[in-house]
């Protein structure tokens, strides 16, 4: 989140992107979506904006931020998984 937030432009304190942090995975764990999808990237951006990061600034970052942590990941599930189909068959 800290990289993102630096190629956004923006240094904030690092106690209030932790602060940011916890409370977009408190937020992930409503059961509504899976992953907490549209809960996190609300609240992380809400409380980025709260921390003082503009609210342009704080959108970017959290979007890239959740590119790399939520949407890559699954991405290379989907090799992954052929991958063992074709070798435990």
């Known amino acids: 989140m800290l990289a993102a ?3 956004a432009g923006q240094h ?3 106690s209030l ?3 940011a942090y916890v409370a977009a995975n408190v937020l ?3 059961p509504i979506t899976p992953g907490g999808l549209g809960f996190v990237e ?3 951006t ?3 904006a709260l921390a003082g990061v503009p609210a342009a600034a704080a959108a970017v970052s959290t979007l890239a ?3 790399v942590s939520f949407w890559l990941p699954l991405a290379a ?3 992954a998984w052929v991958a063992y189909r074709v070798r435990y068959r």
Request: net charge positive; aromatic share 4%; charged share 10%.
């Open 5 to 7: 937030l630096a190629g």
């Open 12 to 14: 904030p304190r690092v």
């Open 17 to 19: 992107v932790l602060l």
């Open 28 to 30: 992930a764990m409503i």
């Open 42 to 44: 609300a609240g992380l």
């Open 46 to 48: 809400g409380t980025l």
């Open 65 to 67: 931020y959740r590119l």
């Open 77 to 79: 599930g989907a090799p």
